[in-house]
């Protein structure tokens, strides 16, 4: 295998950890941005939780493993990214910490002040976490201040522009909304019925936040500085989020899901075809931009590499979807049925 | 302090912090693996509260692991930028491979355990719990790798027009004896943790007198685990001794204080050096001793610091090629000594255990204060050791820790993120010690239910 072919495999499989990441992680931060507004009794929120309980934290692996796999194939995007975004990425890990241990400790004590503070932890931490890896993914596509040796030169403030803020706050927006699809699908009796309103508001919002974004990128021309024109993908991207309004309105709660969900997923495509075969864009000098070709590992690592990731990420794939089909069905809020 | 410093501290205190936690979920995961597969073969509830009682406390720590392992996978490219471009080649392939491999597989069946219970098919449910214990430690197999290559680079070749170092050989890395060695000294480590956890514990409960058939079978599992595992520990140090005496003399030297070369060489018992630390002013020395730590045998030469350090000059250039010897000097005896007073201690606990009504002994009451401490102590010891040891590289002959810093970052955006994560890791130690406490003091009777508070309140119940 040749050596660009081995950096444009590369450059895909990192976009599909991501992408498998926005997914599924989605409605998790969904859920849990969701989970102190939706959730009046502590039944109620138990069981909101358990609907992720099982799934979250395999889903944040999503995240961990594309940070592994930049690293080990474009060392210098993963250096350049991480030390650049260095307090953004502070805030994303706090975030994430919050979260992550509320899950585990909120129903280890019956104090409902204990419970309410960790059930808050929850949504302030998926909250921050989609604020800010919006805000990031925005601000690779606008571009940033990288100079010659590859360092970013800017700092916090500088990802805390118009488009970047734009693009972490649509990101929360769609999050809530695939997040409450995904409630949908998994509880039952009143609270699915309060979900499903919800559901209705929350698209209405979202899709003008999405319309906004999708506007700004093309009016900025973020869309023609790579070799690939995204070209029908980010229209189909705008045609499933407004085709799951629909569905919303008819209650079709699975199609909505998967129309939010495919929306997620295109709308990645779209960035990461757009970027191609750029990884992070220097706003200060194009020719300083970091590319698949001067940032990634030598052929040795990268072909050592694909054998590994060709090898797990289908076992991976199958135990995980396992794990969906074996918890299938619908939470209740009954007492009995809740595992704490 | 200068960003260097900052940047040391916070991956110090960051990474430190993560082991606590983590050796405990290595080593505990096997228990509760058996446990719950004793019951799935007996069908007996005593397994079955083993499994459930140990698994909540398994859980409550592994929660803490989790969260902070994910700042251990993003602070190499925050931190250390120049260190992620010069050895990513190289590095980053282990750490892609855990995440792969080993994270997915714990997480992911971590999830199905917790929930999977009565509502999936029994055998399912115990792989599931195999599989986190696998995972994990599987995982930790990978960082070692990452570690070992840190500490014994192979493997790997300059690339001068790229200005780095590349992989030539993945079997190298993978096969690195160093690492393995680590991998041997960790996981065993991870078992006597575990296994004085559980020792601690059932103590606690036995002197109280309460559910004394569950705790005094958990104490015996617990004292003959401790002995095998930290029996294993001492030999996995011993071997890591002959390896760093070829691979890494200075920490060698280091740890012993040794300032002139020796042979044979003694084993200092105390050694007190002047202010330069340069020199040795008093000391008390066993004979013969350190040879035999360093080479198996009792006459051969362990070089000192000054040789050494005149020997890196030559070799390296100009600069202090000398670890803190305070630091090194010192964990290594933590670490060795407390190790040492494990491995008497689960011996003692095996014998004394003979007698049917032990629960009524007075040594037991000390149990549960020095089973506990001593292993954190020891084990936090053996890692300062084994990173400060091998200052100023942070990969031993090939790049210092100054070069390898982030240079963007300013010390404003470290101090904001070394008190940030100071403020949320300390908020975490007292979450996790109080749930923890609350647990383990609680008995296996409670975990049985949903949480140890019976009829758990409800938030907004006046609605």
Redesign the interface.
């Known amino acids: 295998m040749s050596y660009e072919f081995l950096q444009i495999l590369w450059f895909i499989l990192i976009a599909v950890l991501w992408i498998g990441f926005f997914f599924l992680e989605g409605f998790d931060f969904g859920v849990g941005m969701l989970l102190p507004f939706l959730g009046k009794k502590d039944e109620e929120r138990r069981a909101i939780i358990n609907t992720i309980g099982s799934v979250w934290d395999g889903n944040e692996v999503w995240l961990l493993t594309a940070g592994g796999a930049t690293f080990a194939a474009f060392p210098e995007w993963y250096a350049t990214m991480f030390s650049g975004f260095y307090l953004a990425f502070f805030l994303l890990l706090v975030g994430l910490i919050m979260r992550g241990i509320s899950f585990e400790y909120r129903s280890k004590d019956a104090n409902p002040a204990w419970r309410n503070r960790f059930d808050w932890m929850i949504a302030i931490g998926s909250f921050l976490s989609a604020l800010l890896l919006g805000a990031a993914f925005a601000n690779l596509a606008r571009g940033v201040p990288i100079n010659a040796d590859k360092m970013f030169t800017g700092n916090l403030f500088t990802l805390l522009n118009p488009y970047g803020l734009l693009g972490g706050v649509t990101t929360v927006a769609i999050f809530v909304l695939h997040g409450a699809n995904f409630l949908g699908l998994k509880l039952e009796g009143e609270l699915r019925e309060r979900v499903n309103v919800f559901a209705k508001k929350l698209w209405i919002g979202t899709t003008v936040l999405y319309i906004a974004l999708a506007i700004s990128t093309y009016i900025a021309g973020f869309w023609s500085r790579g070799f690939v024109n995204p070209g029908v993908v980010p229209i189909a991207a705008l045609a499933v989020l407004l085709a799951a309004g629909y569905f919303i309105n008819r209650r079709m709660e699975g199609w909505a899901f998967i129309m939010v969900a495919l929306n997620i997923v295109l709308t990645q495509i779209t960035f990461f075809s757009m970027t191609f075969p750029n990884v992070m864009l220097s706003t200060t000098n194009l020719e300083w931009s970091l590319t698949i070709y001067n940032a990634s590992s030598s052929q040795y690592t990268l072909g050592v590499m694909s054998i590994v990731a060709l090898t797990f990420v289908p076992i991976v794939l199958a135990y995980q979807g396992w794990t969906y089909y074996m918890f299938r069905k619908r939470i209740s809020t009954d007492k009995k049925s809740l595992v704490y | 302090m200068d960003l260097i410093t900052l940047s040391r501290l916070q991956f110090g205190l960051t990474t430190v912090y993560h082991w606590l936690f983590v050796p405990l979920t290595l080593g505990l995961g096997w228990f509760v693996a058996y446990f719950q597969t004793r019951y799935y073969q007996t069908k007996d509830e005593t397994w079955h509260k083993m499994a459930k009682f140990w698994g909540k406390l398994f ?2 720590n ?3 692991g ?6 251990q ?2 602070q ?4 250390w ?2 260190y ?2 010069y050895v ?6 282990p ?7 080993a ?3 714990e ?6 355990w ?4 009565g ?2 098919p029994e055998k ?1 449910h115990l792989a599931s719990i195999w599989m986190v214990a696998i995972g994990s430690n599987l995982s930790a197999i990978w960082i070692l790798l990452a570690n070992g290559w840190m500490q014994n680079p192979v493997g790997y070749a300059i ?1 001068e027009s ?1 200005g ?1 170092a ?3 050989d ?1 079997f190298a890395i993978v096969s690195n004896p160093k690492a393995w060695i680590f991998v041997w000294h960790t996981l065993a480590d991870g078992l006597a943790m575990a296994a004085f956890l559980i020792l601690a514990v059932s103590a606690y409960h036995l002197v109280r007198k309460q559910n004394l058939d569950f705790f005094k079978c958990s104490f015996q599992i617990g004292a003959v685990m401790g002995l095998i595992a930290s029996a294993l520990v001492f030999l996995g140090g011993h071997t890591m001794g002959q390896f760093m005496y070829e691979s890494q003399p200075m920490k060698m030297a280091a740890l012993e204080a040794v300032w002139k070369t020796e042979e044979p060489a003694s084993f200092s018992l105390l050694t007190i050096g002047d202010l330069t630390g340069r020199q040795e002013v008093w000391s008390i020395r066993i004979p013969y001793v350190m040879s035999f730590l360093a080479c198996n045998n009792f006459t051969c030469e362990v070089k000192g610091v000054n040789e050494l350090q005149a020997q890196y000059e030559q070799q390296y250039g100009h600069g202090n090629y000398v670890p803190l010897m305070v630091i090194t000097y010192w964990t290594f005896r933590i670490m060795m000594g407390f190790g040492f007073i494990m491995m008497g201690a689960a011996v003692w606990f095996l014998y004394a255990t003979r007698r049917p009504d032990y629960e009524n002994a007075k040594w037991l009451k000390l149990v549960p204060f020095g089973a506990l401490f001593l292993p954190y102590l020891a084990n936090a010891s053996g890692w300062i050791l084994t990173e400060m040891g091998r200052q100023p590289w942070i990969v031993f002959g090939l790049l210092k820790v100054q070069d390898a810093v ?4 300013t010390t404003v ?1 470290l101090l ?2 070394l008190i ?1 994560y100071t403020v ?1 890791y300390s908020s ?1 130690a007292v ?1 996790m010690v109080y ?1 923890m406490k ?2 383990a003091i609680a008995g296996p009777d409670a975990t049985m239910h ?12 006046q ?1």
């Open positions: 859980l409550i592994f929660a803490i989790v969260v902070t392992g994910i700042v996978e993003f190499f490219g925050m931190n930028s120049e992620s471009r990513g080649d190289i590095f980053g392939a750490l892609a491979i855990e995440a792969l491999m994270f997915f597989l997480s992911t069946f971590l999830g199905v917790i929930f999977g219970e509502k999936i399912a690339n790229a780095r590349e992989m030539v993945f982030s240079p963007n970052l955006d904001i993120s940030g949320v975490l979450a749930l609350k647990y949903e949480s140890v508070d019976v009829a758990p309140a409800l938030v907004g119940s609605d």
